[in-house]
């Protein structure tokens, strides 16, 4: 084997590895090998026909596959011996040529991290104000949440559910058609085509209409964009919220003897809400501080899988088993959201690295009694305790439970230090060095 390496941007290096004629040989009699004992071939046992036979059944090509797949495990590994390189996850791998295989590796190697003089950074929290006005409308929101529908004998208003049947073609070709389906009447909504609430307001129930919309140039099916898309509706119902009165008869449906004791848990409850957001206002303030005054890299492979993770988040939170499933109701391309989700991810990966050296620099370590705290913590409020004890004994659990305390505490560092509420300055707190951390965490709170 013949390689050569050299450093490129963003953490990286890029191989170049040339096998010698033996050594592919080798891994082409071994292909033959593994191939001649899965075919079957008139007149031969498995692994008996000549090599000639079995390359003309199975094609030379699945022989030279074969190979390069079983050769390039060891080339790799010796060529990272070789050139003293640590990868952090797999490598982009291109074959410039065939036979003998020749391989373009670029290798995604530790980020670099520097923090500066991240202990010179000041933040000014931001001030926590719960207000009356703030009570009143978290309690109108619980009375919306413990609404009913009632039908109304009126036309159809904004804010209102409608049982409606429709029908729609575009080029006469199906688009919706359904029955009896609970329509919630909300103005300017672009589901399922903008202008389609305004057209059927103030429809009674038993009425029916036709009309056209537009279909927007931006429709996720490229070939409908732009064209005209004919309706036709019939509220079969109208139907309004109904909601419960604000007193004490709301308050005991929430577990509450008396409004006034509802009121004071929703203000004590808002009140913690705005003391979390005003913290998590200050952690982002103070981490863009320090990436401003520090330098971070990475490779772009992190940014990748970082945005495979928001996309696969974001499918499960609309209630898609899949990706795909997703992507096939959005009214983007795959390419358009990985666009939108990046500049997210890029800040994520920062975020991470940098609360991951300031944990090091810091010396900030979690010992296994500290896990232990945390698991009697999470079983007192277990109601299956023995099923949950032995959950969290598992050692990727324990694992996840020393990571989380981890962050939790650099995050209570980074705001000491970020409000000057620090201890003295470690010898350790100008940092110009570099640390990995694969792994980002979430610092939204």
Do not use: W
Not at 198 to 212: H, N, T
Not at 397 to 410: I, K
């Amino acid at each position: 084997m013949k390689s050569t390496a050299k450093t490129i941007e963003h953490c990286q290096a890029e191989l170049h590895i040339e096998a010698e004629q033996p050594e592919y040989e080798a891994a082409q009699t071994e292909a033959f090998k593994y191939l001649a004992g899965r075919v079957e071939i008139p007149g031969f046992r498995k692994g008996k026909a000549p090599r000639p036979l079995v390359e003309k059944h199975v094609g030379r090509d699945a022989v030279v596959e074969e190979a390069i797949e079983r050769l390039f495990p060891d080339l790799y590994e010796e060529a990272l011996t070789t050139h003293d390189l640590h990868p952090i996850t797999t490598p982009h791998v291109h074959l410039e040529e065939r036979e003998p295989p020749v391989f373009l590796v670029v290798v995604p190697l530790e980020p670099e991290v520097e923090l500066g003089d991240y202990r010179s950074v000041r933040v000014t929290p931001e001030e926590v104000s719960v207000t009356d006005e703030h009570v009143l409308s978290a309690l109108d929101r619980m009375r919306e949440s413990q609404a009913v529908l009632v039908p109304a004998e009126r036309p159809l208003r904004f804010g209102d559910f409608a049982s409606i049947d429709v029908k729609a073609t575009v080029d006469g070709q199906p688009f919706l058609d359904h029955k009896a389906v609970t329509y919630e009447v909300v103005a300017k909504s672009p589901m399922p085509l903008p202008g389609f609430p305004e057209a059927i307001v103030e429809m009674s129930g038993g009425e029916s209409k036709d009309f056209s919309l537009t279909i927007p140039e931006d429709f996720r099916v490229t070939e409908l964009a732009g064209k005209e898309c004919a309706c036709s509706v019939t509220v079969q119902q109208v139907r309004e919220k109904e909601l419960p009165e604000l007193g004490d008869g709301m308050a005991q449906a929430f577990g509450f003897d008396t409004l006034e004791a509802l009121r004071e848990r929703v203000g004590a409850d808002l009140e913690s809400n705005a003391r979390n957001q005003a913290r998590t206002a200050l952690i982002h303030k103070a981490l863009e501080a320090i990436t401003a005054q520090g330098h971070v890299d990475f490779p772009p492979v992190l940014e990748e899988r970082e945005i495979d993770d928001l996309l696969a988040g974001e499918a499960k939170r609309y209630g898609y088993k899949t990706v795909e499933d997703y992507l096939q109701m959005a009214s983007k391309s795959m390419e358009e959201i990985r666009v939108d989700l990046r500049p997210l991810a890029h800040e994520r990966i920062v975020n991470g690295l940098i609360l991951s050296r300031l944990a090091k620099t810091e010396g900030i370590e979690i010992a296994d009694n500290d896990v232990d705290s945390r698991v009697e913590e999470l079983l007192a409020e277990a109601q299956d305790k023995d099923r949950v004890r032995q959950i969290l004994a598992t050692p990727q659990m324990r694992e996840s439970l020393a990571d989380r305390l981890r962050t939790n505490r650099t995050l209570d560092r980074l705001v000491a230090i970020a409000t000057g509420e620090a201890d003295a300055v470690p010898e350790t707190a100008t940092d110009t060095g570099a640390a990995s951390a694969p792994e980002v965490e979430d610092t939204n709170g």
